[in-house]
């Protein structure tokens, strides 16, 4: 089995900064893709970015310029860096992973259970 924990979300004024991590443990050979999708009241859950093992990286248009992702491969974690933060960032934030367990040969995908950021005007 997989787990992956995030923390960093809060409350945070207009234009202010939180940064959000994402552990992976469990049978984990391997963490290819991970990613950070984002749900608000009453929105569908949408991908705010994602960086493959490899650190190509995507974004959505709205975070371009604001949002940093990043990985550290030795620790199965990936970040989520959000400068400039807007009242409409305000959302639960999920992280995603595909992950190659330690005994198999394919990729599963696994979600965290979400941390709340809220960004204040």
């Known amino acids: 089995q997989v787990q992956l924990v995030e923390s960093g979300g809060g409350l945070v004024q207009a234009g202010g900064s939180l940064r959000l991590s994402c552990a992976a443990s469990g049978s984990i050979f391997s963490a290819n893709a991970m990613g950070w999708y984002r749900q608000a009241p009453g929105k569908q859950r949408e991908l705010v970015a994602r960086?493959?093992?490899?650190?190509?990286?995507y974004y959505i248009d709205s975070v371009k310029g604001r949002f940093t992702i990043s990985r550290d491969n030795a620790k199965n974690t990936v970040y989520l860096q959000m400068n400039s933060l807007k009242p409409e960032d305000t959302a639960v934030y999920y992280c995603?992973?595909?992950?190659?367990?330690?005994?198999?040969?394919?990729?599963?995908?696994?979600w965290g259970q979400g941390t709340q950021v809220t960004v204040s005007s």
């Open positions: 995603n992973a595909d992950v190659t367990t330690v005994g198999s040969y394919g990729l599963n995908n696994y």
């Open positions: 960086i493959s093992r490899g650190g190509s990286r």
